[in-house]
């Protein structure tokens, strides 16, 4: 089958870092895409692993470990916009077919 | 920039009613996907299409329909619509099957 687990919330002070795990299993894999989406917002591409390492982009950081089928998310020097669901996403099907996470959602406190 | 456009925000809709939502992108992408999302559920994708005139079933298809006549359009149908169809429906592109997938803003019905 095919499934996505993340925390369903977390809590971070403004300034700190957070990690966002995400684990998953399925069929196929061509890459795991991380979004942030606002509370009533769409969801807007933050990153994309496909292979194993640490992708960095400013603030953000996605690491990728595809034999312990593991991702994170890494946002560093929190702000209080950072405040948002993030939903981790796996490209899994033949055409391009994306399964999602349920969604992490992170509250940023002063 | 892409932008991917919905034809409405919020749409408040009866039982039985025949819903229409549209979907309109304007970066010549192939392929186009609607989901919903609800709480606790997180995103499903419903149904899904590659190319004009084709389509795929999602993950839960029931109660839906869709149509790719124009590559930028795809229009998802509720036939007749149910309460359990109270929903956030998110609309999608990508250019292929290996890029990031852009949303739209989302319509959120409400099936009386």
């Known amino acids: 089958g095919q499934n996505i687990d993340q925390p369903t919330e977390m809590t971070a002070t403004e300034g700190a870092i957070v990690q966002i795990n995400c684990t998953y299993q399925?069929?196929?894999?061509?890459?795991l895409f991380w979004y942030q989406q606002h509370a009533g917002e769409a969801p807007t591409f933050l990153s994309y692993?496909?292979?194993?390492g640490l992708e960095e982009k400013g603030r953000f950081s996605s690491f990728l470990s595809r034999s312990k089928g593991y991702s994170y998310l890494l946002l560093k020097e929190l702000q209080m916009k950072d405040s948002a669901s993030y939903l981790c996403?796996?490209?899994?099907?033949?055409?391009?077919?994306?399964?999602f996470g349920k969604g992490t959602k992170l509250s940023v406190k002063p | 920039d892409v932008k991917v456009t919905q034809s409405s925000r919020y749409l408040v809709k009866r039982t039985g009613e025949k819903v229409f939502l549209e979907c309109v992108q304007d970066?010549?992408?192939?392929?186009m996907f609607w989901y919903r999302q609800d709480p606790g559920l997180g995103l499903r994708l419903i149904y899904f299409?590659?190319?004009?005139?084709?389509?795929e079933k999602g993950d839960i298809p029931e109660g839906y329909s869709v149509s790719r006549e124009k590559k930028e359009r795809f229009s998802l149908i509720l036939e007749s619509a149910s309460t359990n169809q109270t929903s956030m429906y998110l609309c999608?592109?990508?250019?292929?099957?290996?890029?990031?997938?852009?949303f739209g803003p989302g319509t959120r019905l409400t099936v009386l």
């Open positions: 999608a592109s990508s250019l292929n099957s290996a890029d990031e997938q852009f």
């Open positions: 399925t069929s196929g894999f061509n890459g």
């Open positions: 692993n496909v292979l194993d």
């Open positions: 996403a796996v490209n899994g099907g033949s055409q391009g077919n994306l399964i």
């Open positions: 970066m010549d992408h192939e392929n």
């Open positions: 299409s590659y190319d004009v005139k084709m389509k």
